[in-house]
């Protein structure tokens, strides 16, 4: 018995089994891009590090470029909580004092900030 497997025009195919090839060549696309990588080596190595050398700051620029990027991570963190604050006290009457919410976008807000200062620290040691 031959098996013979052909695909409809498609104009002869429903908007169901148009999407279902179309998911379909998407798949195989991804998954010959996966394999390519795979047997290429491209899942090795560090390439957070090699795809972008970091630029060095020339050495009579840094205390100025440090000190400009601590006062605009201040001036973001002030920023963040002013639009935090304005946004929740709009919707305190509509959410009958949901402090969780205030609470999760402060809490990301001091780590999002502790975060930048330390790699700041980390480029710009004392």
């Known amino acids: 018995m031959k098996w013979k497997f052909s695909i409809p025009p498609p104009d002869g195919m429903t908007i169901g089994q148009r999407f ?3 998911i379909i060549i998407v798949l195989v696309i991804l998954f010959a891009m996966a ?3 795979y047997f290429t080596g491209g899942w090795e190595g560090d390439y957070a590090h090699s795809a972008a050398a ?3 700051v020339p050495e009579r620029f840094q205390a100025d470029v440090a000190a400009l ?3 605009a991570a201040d ?3 002030v920023e963040h909580i002013v639009g935090l604050y ?3 006290v709009s919707q305190v009457a509509n959410l009958g004092h949901d402090s969780e919410r205030i609470d999760k976008g402060l809490d990301n807000n001091r780590k999002a900030y502790i ?3 330390e790699r700041m620290e980390r480029a710009f040691p004392h």
């Open 54 to 56: 970091r630029y060095v």
């Open 115 to 117: 975060i930048a200062r």
């Open 86 to 88: 304005n946004t929740w």
């Open 75 to 77: 001036q973001a963190y």
């Open 20 to 22: 279902l090839l179309t």
């Open 69 to 71: 990027e601590r006062q």
């Open 35 to 37: 394999a390519f990588g």
